[in-house]
Each structure stands twice: as C-alpha cells, then as structure tokens.
C-alpha cells in the first residue's frame, strides 16, 4: 500500500514562498499521476495540481497558474510543490496524493479528489496578510 507524507508547511508572509515535499511510501507509486489538493477551513477539497509519472506534462488549478510549480523525482519517489507569490488566500491543510489508475495522461478525473486513491496527513501553510 502507498503512503504518503507531506512535509515544508509553514507560515509565511504575503509575497513570500515555500515549497511543500512529498514522499512517497515506494517505487509503484512512480508510475502513477500524482496531485496536490488543499483544504482551507469551512471549504472543501480543491485541485490545486497534477504531474504525470514521467513529470512531463503538468496541469494546474487557475487560481495558482503562474505562481506555483509542481515537478517530481521518481528515483526518491517524491513529488514537490513550489509555491510562489503567496497570497492570503492561499492559506490551508495542503495535500498529496497518489492517482487511483496508471494513466499517463492527466485527465479530469486527476482535478477531482475521486482521480486519487492515496493521500497524505497534510501539511499546514498559512499565509498572512
């Protein structure tokens, strides 16, 4: 079984950056699409983005298009978020997960929390005005 584990929360101020790590449990993992979600308080579960299992081809929510960069390392089996330009907004329990199937496409299955069948714990990032 795949587990995950988030890690780089933290606080921060408006502007500032962190880059959020997950790791993953082992090397089935690296053949699957991989997410970050994130969940702020009273709010359900968003997309936030997806990276396929070779990291070729990214998709990301636009709410964090061109501020944040999702990449990963298949040899360490860790996928990492990197988040710039942060705002208020932005401030949440952020999540990793391991897609349900072995696509190598992202779909729009992989924008909905049904696309995962692995989640980490969270990691908590506040952002503050």
């Known amino acids: 079984q795949v587990q995950l584990v988030e890690s780089g929360g933290g606080l921060v101020q408006a502007g500032g950056s962190l880059r959020l790590s997950c790791a993953a449990s082992?090397?089935?993992?690296?053949?699957?699409?991989m997410g970050w979600f994130r969940q702020a308080p009273g709010k359900e579960r968003e997309f936030i983005a997806a990276v396929t299992r070779s990291g070729g081809s990214t998709y990301y929510a636009d709410s964090v298009k061109g501020r944040f960069t999702v990449s990963r390392d298949n040899a360490r089996n860790t996928v990492s978020l990197q988040m710039n330009s942060l705002k208020p907004e932005d401030t949440g329990v952020y999540y990793c997960?391991?897609?349900?199937?072995?696509?190598?496409?992202?779909?729009?299955?992989?924008?909905?929390?049904?696309?995962?069948?692995?989640w980490g714990q969270g990691t908590q990032v506040t952002v503050s005005s």
């Open positions: 082992g090397p089935p993992s690296s053949n699957y699409v």
């Open positions: 997960a391991c897609a349900a199937d072995s696509s190598s496409y992202v779909t729009i299955a992989h924008t909905t929390t049904r696309g995962y069948g692995y």
